[in-house]
């Protein structure tokens, strides 16, 4: 069984920064990328970031371009989003998520394994 734990999550105010980490564990798989999505009650799940796991390649979407930057551990099985200027709409629950296929990093069903999710708050 494959678990993904994220951790990191919490309140900052805006301007402010956090680090999520996100670690797999369980049995070995092949990564082909892991990434991070995040979603707010009433709204669907969305692409933050994504990192090839063999080589490293980076994906992010438009709204965190410049301010969140995605980074792995291949050694700890460990994947990181280090998130800057944090705004109020950055208020989310973010989830780490693993895929073993190739494929396009975007789309959430192409994931195969989720964690629980972290709740990150940008708040005055």
């Known amino acids: 069984q494959v678990q993904l734990v994220e951790s990191g999550g919490g309140l900052v105010q805006p301007g402010g920064s956090l680090r999520l980490s996100c670690v797999a564990s369980?049995?070995?798989?092949?990564?082909?990328?892991m990434a991070w999505f995040r979603q707010t009650p009433g709204k669907e799940r969305e692409f933050v970031a994504a990192i090839n796991w063999a080589i490293g390649t980076t994906y992010y979407e438009d709204f965190v371009k410049g301010r969140f930057t995605i980074s792995r551990d291949n050694a700890e099985n460990t994947v990181y989003l280090q998130m800057n200027s944090l705004q109020p709409e950055d208020t989310a629950l973010y989830y780490c998520?693993?895929?073993?296929?190739?494929?396009?990093?975007?789309?959430?069903?192409?994931?195969?394994?989720w964690g629980q999710g972290t709740q990150v708050t940008v708040s005055s």
């Open positions: 369980g049995r070995t798989f092949n990564k082909n990328a």
């Open positions: 998520a693993a895929q073993t296929r190739g494929g396009s990093v975007c789309f959430p069903d192409l994931y195969d394994y």
